[in-house]
């Protein structure tokens, strides 16, 4: 069944630690991307990816860092820099290329909370 | 600069009442745009996109350049339409802007 995954679903930390979160996809897609939801803020980008070993930062990078090794996969780590690290934090992809722009498909989300 | 305005955070309407979502953005050229849904305890996922041009749920949306909007609309709400409602552009570079959202409530 193909689909993306995010784990885990609920994420603790100590303020101070760099953490990582995994985004594992099998939907042969090209683009992934991860985004930061907060309440009254909608998803705002943090990094985005079209094609392996290469990356963008998005529109709130800063603290945040990412790899993009291998097409199934795309780790977001949130670094001690982060000034606000807790939120919800989603995971999606698409199928990247000229043309129309394919839809997004997303992740069910990881929860991270710092205290 | 990239933008999605969705003026409401919150719409509420009786049930068999019209819904009408409204979605605005700035993007200097031809963007594609989308309508996610995120129901209660589920992912968020795509409801349609212009280029579609059809009705998905009894929900449709028109791509209006002269006027810069894409607003979301159905003629008669169910209870189950109740959700939080994102509109998206995208452009040339597959990156995606997300308004901020309104959540949708239909009462009985």
């Known amino acids: 069944d193909g689909g993306i995954t995010q784990s885990p679903k609920y994420l603790f930390r100590k303020e101070g630690q760099n953490v990582t979160l995994s985004c594992e996809q099998n939907?042969?897609?090209?683009?992934m991307y991860w985004y930061r939801q907060d309440p009254g803020q909608g998803l705002r980008l943090i990094y985005y990816?079209?094609?392996?070993?290469?990356?963008q930062k998005g529109d709130i990078a800063e603290g945040y860092s990412v790899s993009r090794e291998k097409k199934e996969s795309f780790p977001l780590t949130v670094t001690s820099a982060q000034k606000n690290p807790t939120a919800f934090y989603l995971c999606?992809?698409?199928?990247?290329?000229?043309?129309?722009?394919?839809?997004?498909?997303f992740g069910n989300g990881t929860r991270l909370t710092v205290t | 600069a990239q933008r999605v305005t969705q003026p409401e955070k919150l719409l509420s309407v009786f049930k068999g009442a019209p819904v009408e979502l409204k979605c605005n953005y700035s993007?200097?050229?031809?963007?594609?745009l989308f309508w996610y849904v995120q129901y209660s305890r589920q992912r968020l996922q795509l409801l349609l996109r212009?280029?579609s041009r059809e009705s998905i749920k009894g929900f449709t949306a028109d791509l209006n350049k002269g006027e810069t909007s894409f607003h979301l609309k159905k003629p008669f709400a169910q209870e189950e339409d109740s959700a939080m409602y994102y509109c998206?552009?995208?452009?040339?570079?597959?990156?995606?802007?997300f308004g901020t959202g309104t959540r949708l409530k239909v009462l009985a």
């Open positions: 999606a992809s698409s199928i990247a290329g000229t043309g129309n722009n394919s839809p997004l498909h």
């Open positions: 939907l042969n897609h090209d683009a």
């Open positions: 990816s079209q094609i392996v070993n290469d990356f």
């Open positions: 993007y200097s050229g031809s963007p594609e």
């Open positions: 212009h280029i």
């Open positions: 998206a552009l995208s452009g040339r570079t597959y990156k995606y802007i």
